[in-house]
């Protein structure tokens, strides 16, 4: 039985512009010249209005953890990390990790700021507790 081939898909368009800037240490959201809204995932046209005017913008990187939950892994896989919904404050939710607290500590409310991470020799945007905001 022959397996078909699995290649990783290498991003493209919007897509490529938005990893590059993490795999430079930049997070970045689009925002929307012709509604004047935040835009995340990156698109080609705003999901809001329709317009094609989007143009990159480093967000504030300041959140609100929206949902929650841990992924439970063993402990030669790694161990178990938190996953959370996040708002932030331009007005988008974006998926990802929350570091620097213990698995099941993240809790809904809880002010996170974002960072930009390396993973497997890429950028990835994680969150970690804004001390500030408490």
């Known amino acids: 039985m022959t397996v078909p081939d699995q290649q990783e898909s290498v991003p493209q368009g919007v897509e490529a512009q938005y990893r590059q800037a993490l795999d430079d240490g930049r997070f970045l959201i689009?925002?929307?010249g012709g509604c004047d809204r935040a835009v995340f995932y990156p698109r080609m046209i705003c999901p809001h209005c329709g317009a094609d005017k989007?143009?990159?913008?480093?967000p504030d990187g300041r959140g609100t953890v929206y949902s929650t939950t841990v992924v439970r892994r063993k402990p030669d896989a790694?161990?178990?990390?938190?996953?959370?919904?996040?708002?932030l404050q331009e007005g988008v939710r974006l998926m990802s990790r929350v570091e620097g607290v213990?698995?099941?500590?993240?809790?809904?409310?809880?002010?996170?700021?974002?960072?930009?991470?390396?993973?497997?020799?890429?950028?990835?945007?994680?969150?970690v507790p804004n001390k500030e905001a408490q």
Do not use: E, K, S
């Open 78 to 87: 790694g161990g178990d990390y938190n996953v959370a919904l996040i708002d």
């Open 30 to 32: 689009q925002h929307c």
């Open 54 to 58: 989007l143009a990159w913008t480093a």
């Open 102 to 127: 213990a698995p099941g500590a993240v809790h809904i409310g809880m002010a996170v700021r974002a960072q930009v991470a390396r993973q497997n020799g890429q950028g990835l945007v994680v969150f």
